[in-house]
């Protein structure tokens, strides 16, 4: 019975997003083909706000007389839009698309407004209640961003640490992909045997659920059943003199959180980088291998003049990418240590403004602390596409 | 002179099984985690804390699985997770599909602008989104329900999906919807009759994408769902993982579970899932 | 079957003017090929009389209606696309069925439609094919066979065979020249080859910078070229050009080039026709250059040339012979008797000779 209920809900939703997708369409097609009409206006000013606030009403606060206003004003400039700008050109592709953008702006772009609008504004676990129940929240102006900067997102760490710790996080990640993938991919682009098995069983921790795979690697840190610590128990037994160089057994989670985190992301993320990077290689013509053999280039030789240059183009969006996503891994971090009574050794960033939000409920906080690290990634990234297209146009 | 020969011979065998050496430790790295689940979720009860590390357990049974699914709730996750997850796919293929097809066959204003913004939307951090999203889903009175999660999850593949089939598109000649207009076809008809039945290994690997997004998304679902009975699969497989180690081995057998079935997909499209990957980053 | 009129036809892509006032009538089960070099609008044209393309200014009429905004299918056209645009995920069959499905026709008379049209190009065994099993000739068939299915008033051709090898080439020729002998319809055929234009046109309209050049039957093209850019473009090897000045000499017309001097007969150029000094260019194809020892029997003008290269082409030969500064080809019987750095004498053909005015670039001779 849950099931077929569970079914008609979803049912009822997708339809009641068609009948949405619909009404949008329709909306726009009156303004894109009749704008030129002597009706035009009046028809949509009588009609349009109406239904606005038919619709859109309780959900906006209310059946108001001043939320119609609002709706009419609306109504009165996207008209004029469509009348004296648009005027009915480019009808279909726009069609085509309000469905994704409206979508888009409404779940990407408006969250991210708002926002904005919280990070100025004192939203807490003792304010929440209000603000659901008015929709209105005091304002604090600066308050929060001063916050961010001079006390701690979680508990303990501030944010400088957090910073440092991401970028560290980020380097040592990124450098790991890039190596690892390019070691493996320059070993599989050998014609060898079983080359598809190799690859197949190489990209497993990338085709795995991630959840299941960082869950499955922190078992393996744990400091009694875990692999790692079986091992080194076993070598340590085996021998003896290990210990001396200080090798053993460690309590992984709770002793040294951010490096198993590490090695974890990197088991994750070498296979994406190999893939990217063996397809790119897989794509240089064998030509120019056999010109440098005829020069008398040696491996390494050609590795430097012929494979690195011409990898670049297909690395360097594959690095960026990997670079964005590397500083965004909430994923990794909160699953390693995001139990109750987990560490905060290990948390960067991102994570932080997860567990600051809805571990802690600082929710206006978190806002701003949001809109610093977007403004700092933000600019980390202009800058590193900026010295991508300096290095594209070198060449 | 076949001295030298044989040297040259030998070199190349030593390479060779080196390659095949470093290969297959990395391959046993990759692989030897998830094998280790499977041989945890063989184990009897009684000897979940073992060290010992071989494969198939002694005295393997199948009692975990059996327990996973009598005792906890596990297939009523997976219902959950797959019933989110197949309305959100549908619904983002759906969005992402026309509009792909307004960016590869037209030029209007605001084109550039909008394959910048749905770029631009990958660099958005994704835990910065969850706070606003989270909140609007409350205000909506939608917490702990299937609407809310689809709606969180909806757009979130959006973008990507756009540039696969943009790029897909692309490929397909104009001549073929030409042929159509004047075999008495519209334009949408074009789309419709000749486009997407052309662009069905497109639009199943943007499908897949979408699907396995948001089958494996964790922190979203963790701050709306809060009633073990909605959970997604991510969320109770966290829950079984938690401090209490006699559930360690419903663990792993849940993994193996959910595991099993997305590899099989993933290997099968991963092909695809890369070019989309690399064209789209290219062309951008 | 229909007629098409182009009255003063315009299309400009922001501003880039393709088409500048294209006039062409084209009569009721005429073979019109549109020739020209590529870039020089005639897709274009083809495409809009398709109604693929926007018409900037002007009239497109179909059987005397005006059709500008009609939509494709509506002006019962057909169209054989350059890639020939088969719907891949369809056989043979429904590719060629499609349209008269879209128009919901009776399932009997598409059936019988398409029996036809597989007849007459031989694609009968092939109906249940997904095209990607097909050759290439085949392909183009059944671009021709969804074409012919449809009954259309005017049947319109996008270089149809340009992505075929050479001998295929020539047999689709062939098969296409059968064709509108059998269907006895109203073709526009757009192609940048002049060997197609010349072996299957009714009537050729020969496009450049998107202006009509000229129109005219294959022969009085290949005769009477208006102007220098069809004189050069059409004819296979190209013509040879002498540019210089005319001159008159009491009541003849002489021509003189810094290295040929040459006297023009009235019944080709009348005096009174002339300006004194005015600039021209000479053109003469290479059919029409007189070589050797005949030269030396027939003419009276005879030039005087160095031998540079021989080219042996079969039963015929082209000799480049430099005379000064100019460069002329001569196309000869094989096998000539002399070797490469001899010198030779040459004299024109004058009755094929062509005269054109440097200023207009039009013809001036008869």
């Excluded at chain 2, 044989?6 to 430790?25: D, Y």
């Excluded at chain 2, 979130?156 to 790029?167: A, E, R, V």
């Excluded at chain 3, 160095?306 to 500064?325: A, D």
Aim: include cysteine; proline fraction near 4%.
């Amino acid at each position: 019975m849950e099931i077929l209920k569970s079914i008609q809900e979803v049912v009822w939703f997708i339809l009641l997003i068609s009948l949405g997708v619909g009404a949008l369409e329709g909306y726009f097609y009156y303004h894109f083909q009749y704008y030129d009409r002597k009706w035009f206006f009046p028809a949509a000013l009588a009609v349009m706000p109406a239904l606005a606030l038919a619709v859109f009403g309780q959900l906006l606060g209310g059946y108001t007389f001043q939320l119609w206003v609002y709706f009419l004003l609306a109504e009165a400039a996207i008209a004029a839009a469509f009348r004296y700008l648009v005027q009915g050109r480019h009808t279909v592709p726009y069609l085509l698309l309000a469905p994704a953008f409206v979508g888009l702006a409404l779940l990407l772009v408006y969250p991210f407004v708002f926002e904005i609008y919280l990070s100025f504004h004192d939203l807490k676990l003792t304010t929440i209640m209000m603000w659901k129940n008015t929709g209105r929240l005091p304002f604090v102006g600066i308050d929060q961003y001063i916050k961010v900067f001079t006390t701690s997102p979680l508990s303990e760490v501030s944010f400088w640490a957090l910073l440092g710790r991401t970028l560290l996080w980020t380097f040592t990640n990124v450098f790991f992909h890039v190596a690892g993938g390019f070691a493996l991919a320059l070993l599989l682009n050998n014609n060898i045997r079983w080359k598809g098995v190799y690859r197949t069983l190489l990209v497993i921790p990338w085709a795995m659920p991630q959840v299941v795979a960082v869950l499955a690697m922190r078992g393996e840190f744990h400091s009694q059943n875990g692999f790692v610590n079986i091992v080194l128990t076993k070598l340590t037994e085996a021998m003896p003199f290990l210990t001396q160089l200080g090798i053993g057994p460690v309590q992984w989670l709770s002793d040294y959180p951010l490096v198993t985190c590490t090695l974890i992301n990197i088991w994750l993320g070498i296979p994406f980088m190999m893939v990217v990077i063996l397809g790119g290689l897989q794509s240089i013509s064998s030509s120019y291998y056999d010109a440098a053999d005829i020069d008398g280039a040696s491996y390494l030789q050609k590795l430097r003049f012929i494979t690195v240059p011409l990898i670049r183009p297909v690395m360097m969006p594959a690095v960026t990418l990997g670079t964005v996503w590397t500083f965004n891994n909430i994923n990794v971090i909160y699953l390693v240590t995001g139990q109750s009574g987990g560490t905060e050794q290990a948390d960067i960033l991102v994570s932080a403004l997860y567990k600051a939000a809805f571990t802690y409920n600082r929710y206006s906080y978190s806002a701003a602390f949001a809109i610093v690290v977007f403004a700092l990634l933000f600019f980390i990234s202009v800058t590193y596409l900026h010295g991508f297209d300096a290095a594209k146009e070198d060449r | 002179m076949n001295k030298e020969r044989l040297s040259i011979e030998r070199k190349k065998q030593l390479k060779f099984f080196l390659i095949h050496a470093v290969i297959i430790i990395s391959a046993a790295i990759c692989v030897y985690p998830l094998l280790r689940i499977f041989s945890i979720s063989l184990r009897p009860g009684d000897k979940l804390f073992s060290t010992d590390l071989s494969l198939v357990p002694a005295g393997a049974t199948f009692t975990a699985y059996a327990s996973l699914l009598k005792d906890t709730m596990f297939l009523r996750w997976l219902w959950n997770s797959l019933i989110i997850t197949l309305a959100t796919s549908f619904i983002g293929v759906s969005l992402a599909s026309t509009a792909a097809y307004a960016f590869s066959r037209f030029r209007f204003p605001g084109k550039k602008a909008g394959l910048i913004l749905l770029l631009s939307s990958q660099m958005i951090p994704a835990g910065m989104l969850i706070l606003p999203l989270f909140l609007m889903i409350m205000k909506l009175n939608l917490m702990n329900t299937y609407l809310g999660m689809i709606i969180a999850y909806s757009v979130s593949s959006l973008p990507f999906s756009i540039w696969i089939l943009k790029g897909y598109y692309d490929t397909i000649p104009r001549s073929l919807e030409e042929a159509a207009l004047v075999d008495g076809t519209s334009q949408v008809g074009a789309f419709w009759r000749i486009i997407l039945p052309l662009s069905t290994p497109a639009l199943s690997i943007a499908f897949l994408f979408n699907f396995t997004t948001a089958w494996n998304e964790y922190l979203v679902a963790r701050v709306v769902l809060f009633s073990a009975k909605q959970y997604t699969w991510t969320l109770g497989l966290f829950e079984l993982q938690g401090q209490y180690i006699t559930q360690w081995g419903m663990f792993a057998a849940g993994s193996m579970l959910v595991t099993i079935p997305v590899l099989c997909v993933f290997l099968y499209s991963s092909k695809w899932l890369i070019s989309g990957l690399t064209l789209g980053s290219v062309k951008g | 079957m229909a007629s098409v009129e182009f009255k003063g036809i315009v299309k400009k892509f922001n501003d880039n003017t393709v088409l500048n006032g294209v006039d062409v009538d084209i009569k009721d089960h005429e073979f019109v090929v549109i020739v020209g070099p590529s870039g020089c609008g005639k897709t274009t044209l083809l495409r809009m009389l398709a109604g693929l393309e926007d018409v900037t200014g002007g009239d497109i009429l179909i059987d005397g209606l005006r059709v500008n905004e009609l939509h494709p299918s509506k002006r019962q056209i057909a169209m054989v696309f350059q890639d020939y645009a088969l719907y891949p995920h369809m056989t043979v069959e429904q590719n060629m069925s499609f349209a008269l499905r879209l128009r919901k026709t009776d399932k009997a008379e598409i059936d019988a439609r398409v029996e036809e049209a597989a007849t007459i190009l031989q694609l009968k065994s092939f109906l249940a094919r997904m095209p990607k099993q097909l050759s290439g000739g085949q392909r183009q068939r059944v671009a021709i066979g969804r074409a012919i299915v449809r009954k259309p008033k005017v049947f319109l051709f996008d270089e149809p065979l340009s992505n075929l090898d050479a001998k295929l080439r020539e047999e689709m020729r062939v098969e296409i020249a059968k064709l509108y002998q059998r269907l006895n319809a109203t073709i526009i055929y757009v192609t940048h080859d002049q060997v197609e234009a010349m072996t299957l046109a009714g009537r050729i309209v020969i496009m450049n910078k998107g202006i009509v050049q000229q129109v005219g039957s294959p022969i009085e093209v290949y005769r009477k070229p208006a102007n220098l850019f069809v004189a050069g473009f059409i004819g296979s090897p190209t013509m040879n050009f002498m540019h210089g000045k005319l001159s008159l000499e009491g009541d003849k017309v002489m021509f003189t080039s810094p290295d040929i001097k040459l006297s023009i007969p009235p019944y080709l150029l009348p005096a009174n026709k002339v300006r004194d000094g005015q600039e021209v260019a000479v053109g003469v194809r290479p059919d029409d250059v007189v070589v050797g020892r005949e030269a030396g029997e027939k003419c009276s003008d005879k030039i005087e040339g160095v031998l540079e290269v021989c080219e042996l082409l079969g039963h015929r030969e082209n000799l480049y012979i430099k005379v000064g500064g100019q460069r002329l080809l001569a196309t000869v019987e094989a096998f000539f008797d002399r070797s490469p750095g001899s010198g030779v004498q040459l004299c024109f053909n004058y009755k094929n000779m062509h005269v054109f005015d440097k200023a207009t670039e039009n013809r001036i001779s008869e």
